[in-house]
Structures are given as structure tokens and as C-alpha cells.
């Protein structure tokens, strides 16, 4: 499968530890998002990077988030202290720079905090 | 980028077709109209994205009218896994940017 992928599915974790989710994007696509999708709602975006810059981070990624793509091709989210408001579908994106401008998304990843 | 209106859910029959309307009264001019679906427990699917003509692919037609202020995404024989919440999003068209989803349509397709 040469999609977006997203490891692990799902993640079940107590309130105030720490969590890392992975993405990989497919292949030599320039640009990776992130998004988080709470129940019933439409995705909201979080950021994204181009290569390994991170150029844009919504209000929503308190500092409690932190995101990464050191080399350019895989990404993770780290979310610390996690809070029961955390629990979510963290969702990937990925898109080859070029006009066509047509994001992948991964399968995403099921947060929940207890 | 415009903010689209699209009604919360609707029915249709499996083998009709299914018209999924979206409102985007304040499109300007460089905004191109995208769609996208999330079937349960997977990640939003690109179908189709147009700026003023109508477009057609394998998945869907996307009617775009001439004021551009609304279009419709048609699936012309729709089956029980096109069941769904689609996604209208208007944007303008510099790569890069993120997408900005609303609530959606939840279409369901009866046998």
C-alpha cells in the first residue's frame, strides 16, 4: 500500500502521560499536515510542515503539542501531559508540491484519555 | 476562505443517484470548490474539486453554477459504500494551505 499511513490505529492511554504518533506520508510528498477530528465534527487542522520546516500551527496546538519531521519524510505529534479534552482522531495529511493541490489522509490514529 | 453551507444529512436510495448540495454565496473569484467524504473510522477521501466549470471523474460530477454561489456533487449510481459525511470546502488554490472542514452532509444510502 502506497498511501498515508498512521501508526498506531488506536491508543488508549491514563490522563497525564505522554503520547507520540507516527505518520508517513507517501512518498516524496514535499508537504505533511495534521489534523485532529473530535466526534461529529468536520477535521481541524493543527500544522504542517514542507520538507522538515514546520511553517504553520493553528491556536489549537497548545505547547503541550509538539510536532516533528526531522528528515523530511515520516512525522510525529507528541502530546504531553495528556488531558481527557485530548482524546480524539488524530488524522495525517500529505500532499506533493504541485498545483494540483489534492491532500492524502492517512487512516488516522483514535486517541482516548481516561 | 468562503464558508460553505451543506444541509446535515440526506437519504437516497441505493442505485439512484445521489445530489449533494453545498451553498458558498461568498466565493471570490480565485476559491475553487473541493469535496471530500469520510466513510466511519477512515480518513476523509479527496473526490472531486473544480473552480467554474463542471468537472467529472470515475467517482463523481461536480456541478458548479454560473454565479458560482453553489454547486452540487452528483454520484450518479450510488451504491450502500458510498455511505457517508461529505465535505464541501471552499479555498483558494495555493497548494500548500490547509483545509478548513465543516460539519458536512452525512448521506445515507438505504437498500
Known sequence: DTGVSQDP???ITKRGQNVTFRC??????????WY????????EFLTYFQNEAQLEKSRL??????AERPKGSFSTLEIQRTEQGDS???????????RTDTQYFGPGTRLTVL | ???????????????????????????????????YRQIHS????????????????????LIITEDRKSSTLILPHATLRDTAVYYCIVR????????????????????
Open chain 1, 88 to 98: 480524539a482522531m488524530y488524522l495525517c495529511a500529505s500532499l506533493e508540491d504541485s
Open chain 1, 36 to 43: 485532529r477530528q473530535t466526534l461529529g465534527q468536520g477535521p
Open chain 1, 61 to 66: 496546538l497548545s505547547d503541550r503539542f509538539s
Open chain 2, 92 to 111: 483558494v488554490g495555493d497548494y500548500g494551505q490547509n483545509f478548513v472542514f465543516g460539519p458536512g452532509t452525512r448521506l445515507s444510502v438505504l437498500p
Open chain 2, 1 to 35: 476562505d468562503a464558508k460553505t453551507t451543506q444541509p446535515p444529512s440526506m437519504d437516497c436510495a441505493e442505485g439512484r443517484a445521489a445530489n449533494l448540495p453545498c451553498n458558498h454565496s461568498t466565493i471570490s473569484g480565485n476559491e475553487y470548490v473541493y469535496w
Open chain 1, 9 to 11: 490505529r488506536h491508543k
Open chain 2, 42 to 61: 477512515q480518513g476523509p477521501q479527496y473526490i472531486i474539486h473544480g473552480l467554474k466549470n463542471n468537472e467529472t471523474n470515475e467517482m463523481a460530477s
Open chain 1, 24 to 33: 508517513d506520508p507517501i512518498s516524496e510528498h514535499n508537504r505533511l499536515y
